[in-house]
């Protein structure tokens, strides 16, 4: 029996292309507590290319696309600052928790 070749190039241009994020039906996620995390990625949306790359790495999931710009969940955002180091235009920071 032979398997279907699958497609090794998704397009990943469009948002319709991609899975959904914490918005997504049946996702079963912690919120975050207050006072846990210790940084929180803030965006500059006027230099957010949107690359999706924020999106594609986050390992919780929590970023999302909302009237033409990237934002963050976080209710859900643990801080772990993934979403900055791999951010190639350098629009997303750090800033620490008070």
């Known amino acids: 029996m032979s398997r279907p070749e699958l497609d090794k190039s998704p397009n990943l241009n469009s948002f319709e292309n991609l899975p959904l994020g914490t918005y997504g039906k049946g996702l079963m996620l912690t919120e975050t507590f207050e006072g846990w995390r210790n940084e929180t990625p803030i965006i500059d949306t ?53």
């Not at 969940?73 to 235009?89: H, N, T």
Request: proline residues 4%.
């Open 46 to 98: 006027e230099k957010c290319v949107m690359c999706n790359m924020c999106y594609l790495v986050c390992p919780e999931g929590v970023v999302y696309q909302e009237d033409n710009k990237m934002k963050i969940d976080y209710r859900f955002c643990k801080g772990c600052g993934i979403c900055a180091k791999e951010c190639k235009p350098g629009c997303i920071a750090m800033k620490e928790e008070v």
